[in-house]
C-alpha cells in the first residue's frame, strides 16, 4: 500500500535531494542523496509542507555533517539554535541531534524527557538508518535498515525541533536531562538479559526456601513471577538487598555491586537511607512471611513511560523461613498486564475471586455482573498492591454509586505511607481541566501533599473516574475526613447547571422543578452563564416558561443587580422566534427618562420549543435612587402597552418614572396638552412635555385633582378636598421659577377645572376601558 500523499512527499524530497547535488562536494554526494531520502522517508507530508525546501536540506545535511564520524559506537548529542552565519541554515527553533546505536524505548524516552522539562517539541525525525562505517568510524555506506542484515549496524538518527531557548544555559539545561536519559535507556537495554536471569534466580531461591504461609497463596506469588518473568514486565532496574539485626534492629542494606539497569551502583556496600527513615510499624512489614512487595517505587521513570516505576519485591528466606533480603526489580508492566482480564492474571484472579466471594453476589445477577466489571476496570496499578480488603470495601462503594450523579472519593495509603492513591468519580459532564487542578489543589491541601500526578477515565458511564496520587513526606501523618474532603470536592466541581437545577427545585419543588430543568436547563449557553448566577436565571426561567407564542408578546423583568452602581438597573425582554431589533426599542427607553448604558442578547433554546430571544439593558435614570418596588410594575405596563401601540411613543412617558404616574393616568396629560395644541396655545408638545416633567409633584397632584373630580369611586361632592387640592397647586405654582412653565402647567390646571364630564373611568361591553378618553 501506498502511503497517503506519497507522490507529493516524493516530490518534496526529491527537491532537497536536488539542493545537495548542486551543494554537496562529489565524493560524499551519492551518501548524502541517499541519507536524505532515508532520513524523510517516514516524516509526516504536513511537517514537510510546512518547512521551507532549504530549511528541509540545512536541517539534514547538518545532521550528516554531526554524524558522519563516529568512533566506538558512542552516542552522539548536539544541541543549538540554527542560524545562518554559523550553522548554513535557519530555524525559529531549538534543535536536538542526535545519533545512538539503534535499541528500544529512544523515541519515548527523548520525548518524556522534554516533557517534563516543560520543552514544547514541533517536529520530530526519527529515522533508523543502516550507517556501514570504516575503522576510523566514518560512514562509508548508507543502508536500508529495514531490509539489513543483523550484523549491519543499525543506527537512531534522532532530530527534534522544540521551542527555541533563550541562551546557553537553557540549551544546557535540556543536554544534562537528555544525557541521563540516554544513560538509562543504555542501562536499561544492555542490562536487561542480566536482569531476567536474576528474576528467574529469585523465583528458584523462593522455590527453594519458600516462606510458612498457606500452599495455595505460595503457589500464586510463584506464578505471578513466572508470569512477570514471561515479557509481562519491562524490567529497567535490579538491586539486591539484605535484611539483619544490627544493635537491636532491622538494617536493610544494598549489596554493592548487585545494581543492574537504572540501579547501577558503585559497587559499596550502602544502609538504605530510605529505610533507616521509615516508622517502626512499616519496618515490621519487612519480616511478614508474605513473599512478594507490590508497589510503586520511589523513583520517577527516564525510560519508556511516564510516573513512577513499578517495584517488585522478591523476599529472601532462609532455612528457618525468616526473612533475610529482598530481590528488588523496578519497571513497568507491560501493555498485556493492562489490556488482559484480571481474571488470567496469577495473585489478581485471586483477589478477585476472594472480593466476589465477600460480597455474596450472585455471579450473573445485577450486582455480580456490575462487581466484577468495576474489579475488571478497576486501576491495574492500584489492583496490584492494595489489599484483599481494601479491594472488597472500594469496589462494593462504587457499585453502591449505581451510576449516580454523585461526587465519590475512595483512598488507598500505599504499605510504606510515602503516597495516597485517591480515586475519584464525578459527574461527567462536570469535569474539565479546570476542575480536576482544583480536586488536586484540595487533596494536596487535605493529605500535606508534595507532589502529585493523575490518570483520567471517560468512559459510556456517567461518571468519569480520576485517579490522584498524592506524594507526602516520609513519615507524615495527615488528620483527614473523607466525608469532609468529598464535600469540598462536590462544592468545587458543582456547575451553574447544578447549581440553576438545586434553585429551581428549592423554588417550585422536586416535580415542577425538575420539569423546568429539563425543558430550560440546556437553553443557557456559555455566554449566559458567564453573565448570570444560576439564582438569578431561575427567574428567567419563570419568564421563559410565561412568554407567548406570538411575537408581539414579550415578558419583562426589571430589577438591580446587588453589585449595581450608580443607579444603575437591568431590564430583560424576552421574546419567541425573533430578535427584538435595537432600533424599535431604544426610543421607548429613552423616551421614559432612560439611558441605556449597555445590552446583553442571549438566543436560548427550551428542549422541543422555539428558540427565545434575551434583550438584557443597563438602564440608568438621572433619579438614581429610585424605588424599584414602587415603580416596577408602573414600568412594565407601560412599556407593555407602548410595544402593543396602545400607548403613543413620547416624551410624556418619562412622567411614568419621574412622577410615578401609571401609563392610563399619562393618558389625560397628553389628551389636555392635545387640546391646547389646538386652541394654539403657544408651546410645543415638547416644551408642555419638558415643563411636567421638570415639576412632577405638580404633576401629580394635576392627576390627584383629576380623580377627585371624576372618578365616579370617590367620594361624591368632596368640594373640600378638590379646593385643598387647588389651593395646594396653586402655591406650588408660585413657586415654579420659570415663567413659562408656570403658564403650562396653570393651562393644565385650567383645563382640569373647565372640563364638566369625561369617558375616562367608563367601561366597554367586556369590561375593559376604553380604548379612548373624551372630555367635555
Not at 565524493?27 to 521551507?52: G, T
Request: with cysteine.
Amino acid at each position: 500500500m501506498n502511503r497517503r500523499g506519497q507522490p507529493e512527499m516524493e516530490k518534496i524530497v526529491t527537491k532537497v535531494t536536488e539542493i545537495a547535488r548542486q551543494r554537496v562536494a562529489e565524493e560524499q554526494l551519492e551518501l548524502v542523496e541517499h541519507f536524505i531520502r532515508h532520513y524523510y522517508r517516514d516524516v509526516a507530508l504536513e511537517d514537510l509542507r510546512r518547512r521551507d525546501v532549504g530549511d528541509l536540506y540545512g536541517a539534514a545535511l547538518a545532521h550528516w555533517n554531526f554524524l558522519f564520524r563516529r568512533k566506538d559506537g558512542g552516542r552522539k548529542l548536539h544541541i543549538y539554535n540554527p542560524q545562518l552565519e554559523q550553522h548554513g541554515w535557519n530555524s525559529s527553533h531549538s534543535v536536538i541531534d542526535l545519533v545512538v546505536t539503534d535499541m528500544p524505548f529512544l523515541v519515548d524516552s527523548m520525548r518524556l524527557a522534554l516533557t517534563r522539562l516543560g520543552v514544547n517539541i514541533h517536529l520530530i525525525v526519527h529515522p533508523v538508518i543502516g550507517l556501514r562505517r570504516d575503522a576510523t568510524g566514518q560512514v562509508v555506506e548508507v543502508l536500508d535498515a529495514r531490509g539489513a542484515a543483523d550484523d549491519e549496524c543499525r543506527e537512531a538518527v534522532m532530530h527534534f525541533e522544540v521551542d527555541r531557548q533563550a541562551n546557553e544555559a537553557e540549551l544546557d539545561r535540556i543536554k544534562v536531562e537528555l544525557e541521563a536519559t540516554l544513560a538509562d535507556v543504555e542501562a536499561a537495554v544492555t542490562d536487561w538479559g542480566a536482569m531476567r536471569a536474576k528474576l528467574r534466580d529469585a523465583l528458584s531461591q523462593l522455590e527453594a526456601t519458600p516462606p510458612t504461609i498457606p500452599a495455595g497463596e505460595f503457589e500464586e506469588a510463584r506464578l505471578f513471577l513466572q508470569w512477570v518473568e514471561d515479557h509481562h514486565f519491562t524490567l529497567l532496574g535490579y538491586r539486591r538487598y539484605g535484611l539483619a539485626r544490627g544493635d537491636g534492629e532491622d538494617v536493610l542494606h544494598r549489596v554493592g555491586g548487585s545494581g543492574l539497569g537504572v540501579l547501577r551502583d558503585d559497587g559499596q556496600d550502602r544502609v538504605s537511607e530510605i529505610w533507616a527513615n521509615l516508622p517502626p510499624e512499616i519496618k515490621r512489614l519487612a519480616r511478614e512471611p508474605c513473599p512478594l512487595v507490590i508497589t510503586k517505587g520511589n523513583t520517577l521513570s527516564r525510560v519508556h513511560r511516564p510516573g513512577y516505576m513499578d517495584y517488585i519485591g522478591v523476599k529472601c528466606f532462609d532455612g528457618q523461613g525468616e526473612v533475610v533480603g529482598e530481590h528488588r526489580f523496578l519497571g513497568h508492566y507491560a501493555s498485556a498486564a493492562f489490556n488482559r482480564s484480571p481474571r488470567f492474571i496469577p495473585m489478581l484472579r485471586q483477589k478477585l475471586s476472594n472480593v466476589v466471594a465477600a460480597a455474596g453476589y450472585r455471579e450473573r445477577s445485577h450486582d455480580g455482573k456490575a462487581l466484577l466489571h468495576i474489579l475488571e476496570t478497576f486501576p491495574r496499578d492500584l489492583l496490584f498492591e492494595v489489599s484483599d480488603q481494601a479491594l472488597f470495601e472500594t469496589a462494593t462503594g462504587i457499585l453502591h454509586l449505581q451510576e449516580r450523579q454523585q461526587v465519590r472519593l475512595f483512598v488507598h495509603r500505599d504499605t510504606y505511607g510515602r503516597y495516597f492513591s485517591c480515586l475519584v468519580y464525578i459527574p461527567r459532564e462536570r469535569f474539565n481541566t479546570v476542575v480536576r487542578r482544583a480536586i488536586n489543589d484540595i487533596l494536596e491541601d487535605a493529605f500535606g501533599g508534595e507532589s502529585s500526578d493523575f490518570s483520567v477515565q471517560l468512559s459510556e458511564s456517567v461518571l468519569a473516574r480520576v485517579i490522584f496520587t498524592i506524594r507526602v513526606p516520609a513519615g507524615s501523618q495527615p488528620d483527614y475526613q473523607v466525608e469532609a474532603i468529598e464535600r469540598q470536592l462536590d462544592e468545587v466541581t458543582r456547575t451553574w447547571r447544578d447549581d440553576l437545577q438545586g434553585a429551581l427545585l428549592e423554588q417550585h419543588g422536586e416535580e415542577q422543578g425538575l420539569r423546568l430543568f429539563r425543558s430550560y436547563g440546556p437553553a443557557f449557553r456559555a455566554g449566559y452563564r458567564e453573565n448570570y448566577p444560576a439564582g438569578l436565571a431561575v427567574h428567567d426561567v419563570e419568564k421563559m416558561e410565561a412568554v407567548e407564542e406570538s411575537t408581539d408578546a414579550l415578558e419583562m423583568l426589571l430589577f438591580r443587580p446587588l453589585e449595581a452602581t450608580d443607579g444603575l438597573m437591568r431590564f430583560k425582554l424576552f421574546r419567541r422566534r425573533e430578535p427584538i431589533p435595537l432600533s424599535d426599542v431604544l426610543p421607548m427607553l429613552e423616551n421614559m427618562g432612560l439611558k441605556v448604558v449597555d445590552e446583553r442578547p442571549s438566543k436560548l433554546k427550551p428542549v422541543e420549543q422555539p428558540r427565545i430571544w434575551l434583550h438584557d439593558f443597563g438602564l440608568q435614570h438621572t433619579e438614581k435612587n429610585l424605588d424599584l418596588d414602587r415603580i416596577r410594575d408602573l414600568f412594565i405596563d407601560a412599556f407593555d402597552r407602548i410595544w402593543h401601540g396602545q400607548v403613543e411613543n413620547d416624551g410624556f412617558n418619562r412622567l411614568v418614572l419621574r412622577a410615578r404616574l401609571k401609563w392610563r393616568e399619562i393618558v389625560i396629560l397628553r389628551a389636555y396638552c392635545k387640546y391646547l395644541r389646538q386652541a394654539r396655545f403657544t408651546f410645543s408638545q415638547e416644551y408642555m412635555e419638558q415643563a411636567l416633567v421638570d415639576n412632577p409633584a405638580i404633576t401629580k397632584m394635576l392627576v390627584s385633582l383629576f380623580h377627585q373630580r371624576f372618578d365616579p369611586a370617590g367620594e361624591k361632592d368632596d368640594t373640600a378636598t378638590v379646593e385643598e387640592t387647588v389651593v395646594s397647586i396653586e402655591q406650588a405654582l408660585d413657586a415654579v421659577p420659570n415663567l413659562d412653565e408656570d403658564r403650562i402647567l396653570r393651562g393644565f390646571l385650567g383645563l382640569i377645572q373647565a372640563t364638566l364630564r369625561t369617558n375616562y373611568y367608563q367601561c366597554g361591553p367586556e369590561g375593559a376601558q376604553k380604548s379612548y378618553v373624551a372630555f367635555k
